[in-house]
């Protein structure tokens, strides 16, 4: 099963704890469409970043994908202009679809080589002697996303390997051949687990344990050891990694982590991305329900809300 369908299933169980509030969600998440086929961003124009959310949601959500979306990827070509996250935000929104155009496919396939490091990790920019925890993800998303076999999953752990931080997390990029960078974060932490589990593999103890050390007292995840507030993107994805690592909150910690989601939520049907963030998005209204999902899935049936 590909990350993106284990995500999926995962969000679509968020309803279980959102009862009728599913309806305002999913009405705010059809008000996201332009007439182009595009998602909006946070300034109201179409953007491909954004669309592969609208998609997710109205999937997790069971609502009709507009049929003007096909239209609005095609737009893309081959998505030669586009960078190595946005070809990957390509690749993942066709997956959605179906039907792709072969040309468009090899064209995605064969932009994905370059990124390939000298040490058999995947970096965000082609020629790279390193790989990287995100570039290994995206690339990896973005293979599974095109039907393409992944690489060996011993080769991606021995490159991801030298972004380990010192702390048991992963930082996004060493710092040199030997030095370990000191702090790692919740993200490039995410996508190192991500990567290894695409691949048939998992992490240690000692990642998940760093993971669980970063939820905060409010319930919520920091992005990094020093982050002054947790946000619901580090909360999602911290929540999916654990789950990929088959580690389940306790129920007192999940009940103060519902907590922090909700404190996000507004009667918008919408989520700010955390506490200072002023604007709502089909973005962090996706994060919402994967975090809603999968602390709903550690629920026992009779605590659902």
């Known amino acids: 099963m590909s990350l993106r369908v284990e995500m999926l299933q995962v969000a679509r169980a968020a309803q279980r704890v959102l009862g009728e509030s599913s309806e305002i969600i999913a009405d705010f998440a059809a008000g996201q469409w ?22 997710e949601a109205a999937l997790a959500l069971g609502q009709p994908i507009p049929a003007t979306v096909a239209g609005y990827l095609r737009g893309f070509g081959t998505g030669e202009d586009l960078s190595f996250v946005h070809r990957g935000c390509l ?56 039907g393409e076999p992944l690489p060996d999953g011993n080769v991606i752990a021995a490159s991801l390997a030298t972004t380990r931080a010192a702390d048991a997390g992963w930082a996004n990029q060493a710092i040199g051949p030997v030095t370990l960078v000191p702090q790692g974060t919740t993200p490039a932490t995410v996508a190192a687990v991500l990567a290894l589990h695409a691949c048939g593999m998992q992490a240690d103890d000692a990642c998940a344990q760093w993971l669980l050390a970063r939820q905060h007292q409010s319930g919520g995840f ?84």
């Open 34 to 55: 332009n007439a182009d086929g595009g998602t909006r961003d946070r300034a109201g124009a179409s953007d491909l970043y954004y669309t592969v959310f609208g998609l």
């Open 91 to 146: 690749a993942r929104t066709w997956s959605v679809l179906g039907g792709i155009d072969p040309a468009v496919r090899a064209a995605l396939v064969a932009s994905i080589s370059p990124h390939r490091a000298k040490d058999g990790g995947y970096a965000l920019w082609p020629g790279e002697n390193v790989g990287s925890a995100y570039g290994a993800y995206l690339a990896i998303a973005a293979l599974q996303d095109l």
């Open 222 to 305: 920091l992005a990094h050891p020093s982050a002054p507030l947790p946000d619901l993107l580090s909360t999602a994805t911290a929540l999916h990694a654990l789950a990929c690592l088959e580690v389940v909150l306790p129920p007192e910690r999940v009940e103060l982590a519902l907590d922090f989601v909700d404190t996000l939520w507004t009667n918008a049907g919408a989520f700010h991305g955390h506490w200072a963030d002023e604007a709502i998005d089909i973005e962090y209204t996706y994060y919402g329900l994967l975090a809603l999902g999968h602390l709903a899935l550690m629920q026992p049936a009779e605590a659902v809300r």
